[in-house]
């Protein structure tokens, strides 16, 4: 049988990787899955909800996939066993770069065999049940990006989704309202740093794996020319572009899916207007804005982001 292709998406939170998911998740040959690497805490033990409105726990999809991934001849793999391993493999203290050398699954944590494998099976039982070839992983975080290469069964896929470090500040800025939980709010000098942080590891990510398989995109140009972003992928990932969500140029429609876990936008359907949310230029502190700007201007510059943005320029440097 054939690999499944896995397209993970990685990079820093509220860059838009929630929709430019669920918008591959339209097309044909693709499976939008969320953030796969919060099925097993979030999704499964402590009950989160599916993108179909039910707890992932009772959705008939993840119940079947989960019911072919963690059975074993062993016996059933409880989720919480594999949210311990996942921890120890992948969890805060995880050094995305060593990962990305770890040559076999012997040659780190005694959890990354029996971690990967689960995997493995989630992904293929994922493609099985849906008779989708393509995954869209959008767990954004690098550590979980850097062992894909030791999963079995699977051809990974790498889109490092990147926004303007300002915009992530100002919406990190901004307590957001889940179904589940709030998403957390966040001073502008530690979102730098992470966002630094994040963004280097994905790079690191891009460069480890074969370049071909990788591709960098920027959310501004994404919002400005959703379809070309979604080519440029279909491209990368070699599949044949089938019809596209869009009715407008900026304007598409979404189904229900079945993501895990992500932004609570993944819960919208029908018709969505994609548009540059810049409301950062006119309405954040500039001290917010100067002390972003300080900690994260060479890989603003590296993105082509104007360390002195005025309003009204975002759109036009998106061309
Ligand atoms: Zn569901």
Redesign the pocket.
């Known amino acids: 049988m054939a690999d499944t292709k896995v397209l993970l998406i990685i990079g820093r939170g509220r860059s838009g990787s929630t929709l430019l998911d669920n918008l591959l998740g339209e097309l044909d040959g693709f499976f939008s899955a969320g953030e796969l690497f919060n099925v097993f805490k979030r999704g499964l033990v402590m009950g989160h909800t599916?993108?179909?409105g039910?707890p992932?726990a009772s959705?008939?999809?993840?119940s079947r996939v989960m019911a072919t991934a963690l059975s074993t001849p062993e016996g059933v793999i409880a989720p919480a066993q594999v949210a311990e391993w996942q921890q120890q493999v992948a969890g805060a203290a995880a050094d995305t770069r060593r990962l990305l050398k770890v040559r076999s699954t012997e040659g780190g944590s005694a959890a990354l065999g029996p971690y990967v494998s689960v995997l493995g099976r989630i992904y293929a039982a994922l493609a099985e049940e849906t008779g989708e070839r393509v995954i869209v992983d959008s767990s954004k975080r690098p550590p979980h990006a850097a062992y894909m290469h030791l999963v079995p069964g699977i051809t990974p896929y790498f889109v490092q989704l990147v926004r303007d470090a300002r915009a992530v500040a100002f919406s990190r800025a901004r307590l957001k309202h889940t179904v589940d939980k709030d998403m957390r709010v966040e001073g502008s000098a530690s979102n730098a740093i992470g966002w630094m942080r994040r963004n280097l590891h994905s790079e690191a990510v891009r460069r480890r794996y074969a370049p071909e398989r990788s591709l960098l995109v920027r959310y501004e140009d994404f919002v400005a020319h959703p379809q070309r972003t979604l080519e440029e992928i279909v491209r990368v990932v070699g599949e044949e572009p089938g019809e596209f969500p869009f009715v407008g140029e900026r304007t598409a429609t979404l189904h229900p899916n079945?993501s895990v876990s992500g932004n609570p936008s993944r819960f919208e359907t029908g018709s969505v207007s994609l548009r540059i949310d810049d409301e950062w230029l006119r309405a954040q502190r500039v001290k917010d804005k100067l002390t972003t700007t300080a900690l994260t201007w060479p890989l603003l510059l590296r993105y082509r982001y104007s360390l002195w943005p005025a309003p009204g320029r975002v759109a036009e440097e998106a061309f």
């Open positions: 599916c993108g179909c039910r992932v959705c008939a999809l993840w079945h």
